[in-house]
């Protein structure tokens, strides 16, 4: 079966930590992959996408960057955080327009 | 400008009412068109695609306008369940997928 799997589920990190979120699919091969984050009630913002290993579409220039070293892997990072990084980041995955959700990852910066 | 609108509402409507949310999206040559509806603090679920010849699931229609570029969602005989944040999805390419910014419907007896 198909699985998408998203750690950690919860996160509070200083102001200039690192970050490092990652996600990875399972039972499927060369997946679209997603990073989005959400304000509470609000839509999915669109920050990285990949079509492949090595390549990243980059929606919104920010503090955030993005990696697929694997078919199956997506890694969402940062090397200093900001205050406004603070969000429920959601990992999806897309195949023949189907959408798989993670289970998302709440970040407090602090 | 926002490759897509969606109008943020909230819309308290009573049980019974018919409602109705837009989406414009600014990409001519977007694609594929989807509503989900997403609950709190829960994954957004789909609702249903959206097709130019209108599609209709029991007391849901979606409607797409690709003359004027939006997408439309009519909600017949709310119920109290009904109630949830609405998300219009646009693949903008093959590849990337825009999610608006949600409209809240809040349905009351």
């Known amino acids: 079966s198909q699985t998408i799997h998203q750690w950690p589920a919860t996160l509070v990190q200083p102001v200039g930590s690192p970050l490092s979120l990652e996600c990875t699919v399972e039972?499927?091969?060369?997946?679209?992959l997603y990073w989005y984050r959400q304000a509470a009630g609000r839509g999915l913002q669109l920050l990285f996408y990949?079509?492949?290993?090595?390549?990243i579409s980059s929606e919104v220039p920010q503090n955030l960057s993005a990696s697929r070293p694997q078919d199956r892997q997506f890694i969402l990072s940062s090397k200093k955080l900001l205050l406004s990084d603070s969000g429920f980041y959601l990992c999806?995955?897309?195949?023949?327009?189907?959408?798989?959700f993670g289970s998302g990852t709440q970040l407090s910066v602090l | 400008r926002k490759e897509v609108e969606q109008d943020p509402g909230p819309f308290n409507v009573p049980e019974g009412a018919t409602v109705a949310f837009n989406c414009t999206y600014s990409?001519?040559?977007?694609?594929?068109f989807f509503w989900y509806r997403q609950d709190c603090r829960k994954e957004p679920k789909l609702l249903m695609s959206?097709?130019?010849s209108g599609n209709e699931d029991g007391r849901f229609t979606a409607q797409l306008n690709r003359a004027s570029q939006y997408i439309s969602l009519l909600i017949r005989d709310s119920k109290l369940s009904d109630s949830a944040t609405y998300l219009c999805?646009?693949?903008?390419?093959?590849?990337?997928?825009?999610f608006g910014s949600g409209t809240r419907l809040s349905i009351r007896p």
């Open positions: 999806v995955w897309s195949r023949d327009n189907v959408l798989f």
């Open positions: 039972g499927t091969s060369n997946p679209n």
């Open positions: 990949s079509v492949g290993i090595g390549q």
């Open positions: 990409n001519s040559a977007s694609q594929s």
């Open positions: 959206v097709y130019s």
């Open positions: 999805v646009v693949y903008s390419s093959a590849s990337k997928i825009i």
